[in-house]
C-alpha cells in the first residue's frame, strides 16, 4: 500500500483494484464467505460476464 496517498482524494489504477480483486477471490476469507452465504455465490456467478462499469 502506498501511505503517501492515503490523505489524497486520487484513486488509485484499474489494474491496482483488479489485482486486489483477485487477491481477495483467492483468499481463505473469501473461500469462508461463499460457504457461509449460498445465495451470495449463486449472485456472483449471475453477475460475473456484466459491464458493470461504464
Same mark, same amino acid.
Given at each position: +500500500?502506498? $501511505?503517501?496517498?492515503?490523505?489524497? =482524494?486520487? +484513486? *488509485? &489504477? *484499474?489494474?491496482?483494484?483488479? @489485482? #486486489? !480483486?483477485? $487477491?481477495?477471490? &483467492?483468499?481463505?476469507?473469501y473461500? #469462508? +464467505?461463499? /460457504? =457461509?452465504?449460498?445465495? =451470495? *455465490? /449463486? /449472485?456472483? @456467478?449471475?453477475? #460475473?460476464? *456484466?459491464? =458493470?462499469? !461504464?
Amino acid at each position: +500500500m502506498n $501511505f503517501q496517498r492515503i490523505n489524497s =482524494l486520487e +484513486m *488509485e &489504477t *484499474e489494474d491496482h483494484y483488479r @489485482k #486486489k !480483486a483477485n $487477491f481477495y477471490r &483467492t483468499s481463505p476469507e473469501y473461500g #469462508k +464467505m461463499i /460457504s =457461509l452465504y449460498p445465495i =451470495l *455465490e /449463486s /449472485s456472483i @456467478k449471475d453477475c #460475473k460476464d *456484466e459491464n =458493470l462499469v !461504464a
